[in-house]
């Protein structure tokens, strides 16, 4: 959010000057004068575009501390030590299917009602899969199957050669 807003300022200020560049240089009036009135209306013109920047730079200038503002109080909301992983969804399944270092996982509760598509596009995370004996091994969901309500998963980190199994539960937290 804070990325977005420094960018829409930025976009914000190249695209006034772009403008005002762009409409020097391709009004029809903008031509080698013919007179002294056509000297004076050039130079009126000028003016008024010198008018229109200084107008326009307060803006800018606001624009830009406002998104800095922003940028020190999301920082100062931020915990210490936080990392962007920390912040992956809580969601829990069972594994439905095994193949390989490839596994899919059905989801049996997102606590946190988060958009799954959006945070794998975003973010990737990564799920345990245990059972009653421990932990067996860390995947990394890669796509959200909707119609299943499932994640298909590969395999990061398997434990001390544990073997993942249909019914072995995973979790993100």
Known sequence: MMVRGRVACLFLLIGCTVLIVSSCRHHDSIRQPDSASDVVALEQQLAERDHELEVLRPVVARLYRESEDRRVVADAELPVGFIGQMAAPSVTGTVATVA??????????NRDNRNLQREIADNL??????????FKAEVVCAKLESETNSLLCYVMYAHEGAIIAVGDKATSK
Do not use: Q, R, V
């Open 100 to 109: 390989g270092g490839i596994c899919k996982i059905t989801i049996t509760e």
């Open 125 to 134: 995370f990564s799920l345990a899969i245990y059972n009653d004996d421990g």
